[in-house]
């Protein structure tokens, strides 16, 4: 790996030239072209009836496969403009184009898979038999049953149509009010105006007061743009909910366990045991009040950090753990690691203008992937860069099986991810300096855990009973405000003294238009991860082949049959769930046990 690594992304050689790529221009140019071709075709095609009229449809099969890449590529490339620099004014005009041909290809999709919805049972069952058919045969079967609960293609493809500016549309304009806010911060006697990441990264400053003056001047930015943001969540929950209705469906979780491909049943086990072994985070939230200081943590406290770590963490310092760590997991995953610093797959500056957050996006044409995060030296900004990491692996274990199979669902991705995190911030914890580097580093792994016990049941929470209110009209912000503050004191088990009421303005989470629900997969992956990892540390390192069997499984089965194949688990029972649980449980055992002389 390179000694002098470079801490932004080479966006160059996917594109070069940026937002006014000539070259990106001709590819979106070259693939809108295939698109409407593909859509004369399949508007042209009629449903086989006989699997020697199946033939037909090969040369379709592999255009939407080409197109469906392409189009991630040049998603993806977009994205990344935005998230590097939010005053791009072409990237954003780049992703409404982006937005257009996604419209244009789903109206493909839909008309495609209602051929399929119309294709008789017997014909059906001798084309996925044919022998280009069986590999991608289960993604086939799962479009066909879902088109026939749908509306017909012709109403479902006019929806697509209209939501590219309602819909989606406001998704957009969500965007755009995060990118006017800014927030003053006191910095060496200046005041100096912070864009909403930076500000938020405050909120969990090691001083007790930059985190409770930023809280208070965070809350005010939020309430100050809570009108535009509660307009646009009420259009994006009425447009859905409408949609719903339309499609005959009463149930708002019907579509996301359906993208996660996951049942009912399996959610609620694991609320189910997450609810029943909360006490003991309670008990270390207690904990952790005693150690800074007050009687009961706030809603910033619960992510500040206590003890001291020796010193910022470097870049450079960081990759080396990352590699090193995954290597003792699977070599593979750190020749990935490697591989990804190495050619600059990364963007980890800490300046202005970059969007808050973090994420990883495939490039599959390329067979590549890019990376965004803020890095400022902290144990979690390592964790963050080893979470994306881990999609990074999951994408790359899947380069070469059909596109077909490599849409896997937002569970199965963030279950990649956290096993990465959990892989890296176990060994931190193991290999600390000293004992209060050791609480320090143990504490912030058992933070990440309150995150998905608690602050994304929050999420859930909140979002399921604001559909539920939103079926009778629009909510005010002071609804919004009081369904945020309920829902968070029922997932911290009512253990903080201050909650963050507008947390649904600021939460990027809620506004995603691509996947409803984008809060319950968080936790499954974490604790799918966990229950995973704790398989792995009985197992030893004949593990890590099993691991990469799984994830190129992740695109072609329901997590039910992805658990009893690899893991031998029963998903919608608790014993599965228990064991990761289990895992948290020796954290929280240990962080008692070394601060008991503390207080």
């Known amino acids: 790996m390179n000694n002098n690594l470079k801490m932004t992304w080479d966006l160059e050689s996917v594109f070069p030239g940026g937002s006014s790529s000539a070259e990106y221009q001709t590819f979106l140019d070259a693939l809108e072209k295939d698109l409407r071709q593909l859509k004369q075709d399949v508007d042209a095609a009629s449903a086989p009836a006989s699997a020697d009229d199946t033939k037909a449809f090969d040369a379709i099969i592999d255009a939407m496969g080409s197109c469906i890449s392409r189009l991630s590529e040049g998603s993806a490339f977009v994205s990344c403009l935005q998230a590097q620099d939010q005053n791009d004014k072409k990237a954003v005009q780049l992703s409404g184009r982006i937005t257009g041909l996604h419209a244009l290809l789903s109206t493909i999709t839909t008309k495609f898979d209602d051929l399929l919805a119309r294709t008789d049972d017997d014909t059906w069952k ?54 006017h806010v800014k927030i003053p911060f006191e910095k060496d006697g200046e005041t100096v105006l912070l864009s909403a990441g930076q500000a938020h990264n405050k909120l969990y400053d090691a001083d007790k007061e930059v985190r409770d003056s930023m809280f208070v001047k965070w809350k005010e930015a939020w309430a100050d743009k809570a009108d535009f943001c509660g307009d646009t969540l009420n259009h994006l929950g009425g447009f859905r909910l409408k949609l719903y209705e339309r499609r005959g469906w009463d149930e708002v979780l019907k579509e996301p366990l359906a993208i996660n491909r996951m049942s009912k049943q399996t959610l609620d086990a694991m609320w189910g045991v997450i609810q029943d072994n909360k006490a003991m985070l309670v008990k270390y939230m207690e904990r952790k009040a005693k150690l800074i200081g007050v009687d009961k943590l706030s809603w910033v406290d619960v992510e500040a950090p206590i003890g001291k770590v020796s010193s910022k963490v470097s870049y450079q310092e960081a990759a080396e753990t990352i590699v090193e760590q995954f290597r003792k997991f699977s070599p593979k995953m750190a020749v990935f690691a490697e591989m990804a610093f190495d050619k600059s797959w990364i963007e980890a500056e800490d300046r202005p203008g970059k969007r808050p957050g973090g994420f990883c996006t495939s490039l599959p044409v390329s067979k590549a992937t890019r990376i965004f995060m803020t890095y400022s030296g902290t144990a979690s900004n390592v964790s963050t860069l080893a979470h994306e990491l881990g999609h990074g692996y999951h994408q790359h274990v899947m380069d070469d099986l059909p596109v077909f199979n490599q849409n896997y669902a937002m569970n199965v991705a963030e279950t990649a991810s956290t096993l990465a995190e959990m892989i890296v911030s176990d060994a931190m914890v193991k290999k600390a300096g000293d004992e209060q580097e050791k609480l320090a580093l143990l504490e912030d792994k058992i933070q990440r855990s309150v995150a998905f016990y608690m602050n994304i049941h929050a999420r859930f929470l909140f979002e399921t009973r604001f559909y539920e209110k939103r079926k009778n009209g629009l909510l005010s912000v002071r609804e919004l405000n009081e369904l945020m503050e309920e829902a968070q004191k029922e997932a911290y088990c009512d253990a903080l003294s201050a909650y963050e009421p507008t947390f649904w303005c600021s939460k990027l989470h809620f506004y995603i238009t691509g996947v409803p629900f984008y809060n319950f997969p968080y936790t499954f992956g974490y604790m799918f991860s966990t229950g995973i990892y704790a398989q792995a540390l009985q197992e030893g390192s004949g593990f890590a082949d099993k691991y990469d069997a799984l994830l190129q499984d992740t695109g072609a089965m329901t997590v039910e049959d992805l658990a009893k194949k690899h893991l031998n688990a029963d998903l919608t029972g608790r014993d599965f769930w228990q064991s990761a649980s289990d895992l948290l449980k020796k954290d929280v055992e240990e962080f008692m046990s070394m601060t008991e002389s503390l207080v």
């Not at 993604?139 to 088109?147: L, P, T």
């Not at 939501?163 to 995060?178: F, S």
């Open 126 to 179: 001798a084309w996925m038999e044919r022998e280009e058919l069986r590999p991608i045969a289960y993604v086939m079967n799962e479009s066909r049953n879902q088109a026939r609960e749908k509306l017909s293609p012709e109403l479902e493809s006019l929806a697509l149509d209209l939501a590219v500016d309602g819909y989606h549309g406001w998704g957009d304009h969500y965007d755009t009010v995060v990118s």
